[in-house]
């Protein structure tokens, strides 16, 4: 799933990937302020510097990389999510065993225990949501899968201070927990809930300790504050305030009306509890599953969230929710604490699962419904599930520690079925959105797998379904749902905001060319190719060395770096301006198949294209011509 269906694991998806290694060169610098052409619309100005939200710990991960190369900026997040769940593995692995040892200590591990424990490494990679976070391998996943997997390595700290509280062990949970919240807030305020918990406990006299109470109290406290407090520093440098986003100064919040409309109705955030029951009812409800016109089949939601009251929302994106992404360890998790609640010994654990919902829970206030926000939840499932799991074991044991066979064939065939039902749930959910439904996914892909549509369709006597025909595209569909444009000028397939393009032609927005740089390049920009006029016009530019730069009216918007293919060989470079909502376009630039740079910019069908001098800038040095779009060829296989 990560790879997505090509070799090797260093993509490029575009300005989506390049966030991280943006802040880390920054930081390699010894600043926090970021080049705003290498961050676009998620830049936020402060004092006129640049700033993007994400924590830092990501980034920090890039540079050793980034010390070595320049020539990986921008495609590592596919090795750092490939990293991340190594580390939710293990950590998981290890957070199983640690509950085993607090509610069956004595037990002996069979068989069944270790099919068990499989199914339920098996479902934290495979079968909840993780799986459909590695579908979409773009900052936004990366920052859930590091946020769940650092939330239950914190967990599992957690636990053993439970087990034996010490200085180190708490130093342990302390720094797992600052490395949590530097990636994602809400999966590093779960474990700053839980280290004051845990210091409540003790302080009571409900947590065994070998030293003085108050000294460890006050050690875990220290640790709690510790953490949030490197977060607040971190926000302080960037934003002037130790909690919450200045969105109004974020670029994107200039271009979207839907955003300045949200804004506008909640005093300027996004954030409040009044999004907290529609979000919730969202998280919760057993329904949240679809189908598609074609293979795989499920897909998500066909509505979006209903809203409860008056709130305005920013995005509401047809979802999953946890029971039918992560249907074993919600199952599992209800059994874990409703348990955990009648037992006075399961009660430390209790109160560190509830610390970590809460502090997920904070992804419930924002006024953004979406999936990936159900990453937020995994380590409080499935540090219940396992709770969940070894009371059910211990159940079906007699009074001698003999299994009841009966029993553990049951629950290993009700285990078994969930977790392949999380399977398919976000395999195919994931496949479908990475292969049709994600922006940053190349047209060529995306006809690749309508093809394979088809042919599964033509497999099962099939006719294709859900495929509409017009001469404008309609304001909305259904995600997943196809739409031809005029005769094959274009194929468009509905997304989550909007149509994204299938098949293209001249008439619909792409632009192609074979360019051969010259060999000794130029130390001034040069035009390379230009589309449209005055305040319209959009320039390609070729830079220094091989820098490659988007100008709307003279003014660069977005910049980047040609691969390093031989200059005595044509370079395929391909400009598509895509419509991100209701007239405003999106300009991408790619060469040789990978994306090169992105950028907000006008655009007009009736333009003319002209090649290689203009806009004021010297006529480009090397040789450029335009290329006849390829055959429409997915799209006249569904119209015939």
């Known amino acids: 799933m990560l790879s997505g269906g090509h070799a090797g694991l260093s993509s490029d998806p575009g300005i989506l990937g390049g966030f991280y290694d943006a802040q880390a060169r920054a930081m390699l610098d010894a600043k926090l302020a970021v080049d705003p052409a290498l961050v676009g619309f998620e830049g936020f100005l402060i004092d006129g510097s640049t700033y993007v939200y994400f924590g830092p710990i990501p980034s920090i991960l890039r540079m050793p990389v980034l010390l070595v190369t320049d020539g990986l900026d921008g495609r590592l997040t596919q090795l750092s999510m490939l990293l991340a769940f190594g580390v939710l593995l293990a950590a998981g692995a290890r957070l199983h065993w640690q509950a085993r040892s607090l509610v069956r200590p004595d037990a002996p591990a069979g068989r069944t225990d270790s099919l068990l424990a499989f199914l339920m490494a098996f479902t934290l990679g ?6 459909f976070l590695a579908a979409r391998p773009v ?125 506008a109705a909640n005093d300027g955030s996004l954030f409040g509890a009044k999004f907290v029951p529609t979000t919730l009812v969202q998280a919760v409800r057993p329904d ?18 209903p809203v409860i009251g008056d709130a305005r929302f920013d995005t509401l994106e047809r979802s999953l929710s946890a029971p039918t992404s992560m249907p074993l360890f919600c199952l599992l998790a209800l059994v874990g604490l409703a348990a955990a609640v009648r037992s006075a010994p399961l009660r430390p654990l209790l109160a560190i699962a509830l610390a970590s919902a809460a502090g997920a829970g904070v992804s419930l206030t924002i006024a953004y419904v979406t999936t990936r926000y159900l990453a937020d939840f995994v380590p409080f499932l499935f540090l219940g599930a396992v709770i969940g799991l070894q009371v059910l074991l211990r159940a079906t044991e007699k009074p001698d520690g003999v299994a009841r066979g009966r029993g553990r064939v049951a629950l290993l065939a009700v285990a078994g079925v969930l977790a392949l039902v999380g399977l398919v749930v976000n395999g195919s959910v994931g496949l479908v959105t990475q292969r049709l439904l994600s922006p940053e996914t190349a047209e060529a892909d995306r006809a690749g797998f309508v093809k394979a549509q088809n042919r599964v369709d033509e497999l099962l006597g099939r006719s294709p379904g859900k495929v509409a025909v017009g001469e404008s595209l309609p304001d909305e569909g259904v995600p997943g749902d196809l739409f031809v444009l005029g005769d094959c000028d274009g194929l468009y397939v509905a997304g989550h905001s909007g149509w994204l393009a299938v098949e293209r032609t001249e008439r619909t927005g792409v632009r192609r060319l074979a360019v051969r740089f010259a060999g000794s390049g130029s130390n001034e920009r040069e035009a390379l190719a230009i589309v449209g006029r005055g305040a319209q016009r959009v320039t390609i530019a070729s830079g220094p060395g091989r820098e490659l730069a988007i100008l709307v009216d003279d003014e660069i918007v977005g910049r980047g770096s040609r691969p390093g293919a031989g200059d005595q060989d044509d370079a395929s470079m391909k400009l598509s301006f895509d419509e991100i909502y209701a007239g405003t376009y999106f300009a991408t630039l790619e060469v040789d198949g990978r994306v090169v740079s992105q950028a907000s910019a006008p655009y007009d069908r009736r333009a003319t294209l002209r090649l290689g001098a203009g806009s004021g800038l010297p006529r480009f040095s090397g040789r450029v011509r335009s290329v006849a779009s390829p055959e429409p060829s997915a799209c006249r296989r569904l119209l015939r």
Not at 142 to 154: D, F, K, S, Y
Not at 296 to 304: E, K, N, Q, S, V
């Open 288 to 305: 949240a599953l679809g189908t598609t016109r074609a293979f795989p089949f499920l897909g998500l939601p066909r509505d979006r969230a």
């Open 126 to 131: 495979a079968g909840a949501v993780p799986l």
């Open 139 to 263: 900052v936004y996943h990366e920052t859930e899968l590091w946020g769940a997997a650092l939330g239950v390595a914190c967990l599992g700290a957690l636990v053993a201070v439970i087990q034996g509280p010490s200085a180190r062990r708490i130093v342990v949970a302390g720094v797992l927990a600052t490395l949590a919240i530097n990636t994602r807030v809400p999966a590093g305020l779960g474990p700053v809930l839980g280290l004051l918990g845990l210091a409540g406990l003790v302080a009571l006299g409900r947590l065994g300790v070998s030293g003085p109470r108050k000294r460890t109290a006050a050690l875990l406290t220290a640790a709690a504050l510790l953490v949030l407090g490197s977060s607040a520093a971190v926000n302080i440098a960037k934003f002037g305030t130790p909690f919450g986003i200045p969105l109004d100064k974020q670029a994107y919040s200039s271009l979207d009306p839907n955003r300045q409309a949200a804004l």
